[in-house]
C-alpha cells in the first residue's frame, strides 16, 4: 500500500516538472499599425503578437489605410524539438519550458491613384470595341421549341 503511495507521488511530481512549449509569432509592418487578420481572423494593430499550437502554413492579410493590402502565405517550420519523437520529450518529459517565438515583417506599399486620363483612354477603347462586335444572331424560327411559359399543342 505504501508503494502505490510513492508511486503516485512520484508520478504527481514528475508530471508537474513536464516541459511545455510556447509557440508564439510577432507580426511588424511597414508603416506600424496595419491591422492584421490570421487565416480571416481578426489579431490586433501590428506589431500584433498571437500563440499558435501547430506548425505549418498561415494566411496572413495586413490592412491599412492608404496602402494596398497585403497578402501574405506564411510557413512556419518546426524547430528540432518539433519532430517526433522530440516533441513529445519537449511537450510532456523534460522539465523546463521551450519558448519558440516567430518574428515576420511586412512592408505595405502606398496605394498607387490611377491617371484619370488613362482611365478614361482605356473606357473609350472598350466602348469602341463593344460597338464592332455587333448585335447576336437572330434565333431561328424553330416550331419545335417554345418560349417559356407557352403551351405546345
Given at each position: ?100 517565438v516567430r ?45 417559356v411559359g407557352?403551351?405546345?399543342p
Amino acid at each position: 500500500m505504501r508503494r502505490i503511495g510513492w508511486l503516485c507521488s512520484g508520478a504527481v511530481v514528475f508530471f508537474s516538472l513536464s516541459g511545455c512549449v510556447e509557440r508564439r509569432y510577432v507580426i511588424t509592418s511597414d508603416p506600424p499599425g496595419a491591422i492584421v487578420l490570421r487565416n480571416h481572423n481578426h489579431i490586433g494593430a501590428a506589431p500584433a503578437d498571437d500563440h499558435f499550437d501547430f506548425y505549418g502554413n498561415y494566411h496572413f492579410t495586413l490592412i491599412k489605410d492608404g496602402y494596398t493590402t497585403l497578402q501574405v502565405d506564411q510557413k512556419i517550420e518546426p524547430p528540432w524539438y518539433g519532430y517526433f519523437p522530440l516533441d513529445f520529450l519537449a511537450e510532456v518529459v523534460i522539465p523546463w519550458k521551450f519558448e519558440d517565438v516567430r518574428r515576420f515583417h511586412y512592408k505595405l506599399d502606398p496605394l498607387q491613384t490611377p491617371d484619370l486620363q488613362d482611365v478614361l483612354n482605356r473606357g473609350t477603347g472598350l466602348r469602341e470595341r463593344g460597338k464592332s462586335i455587333g448585335a447576336p444572331p437572330a434565333a431561328a424560327n424553330n416550331p419545335t421549341s417554345a418560349p417559356v411559359g407557352s403551351i405546345l399543342p
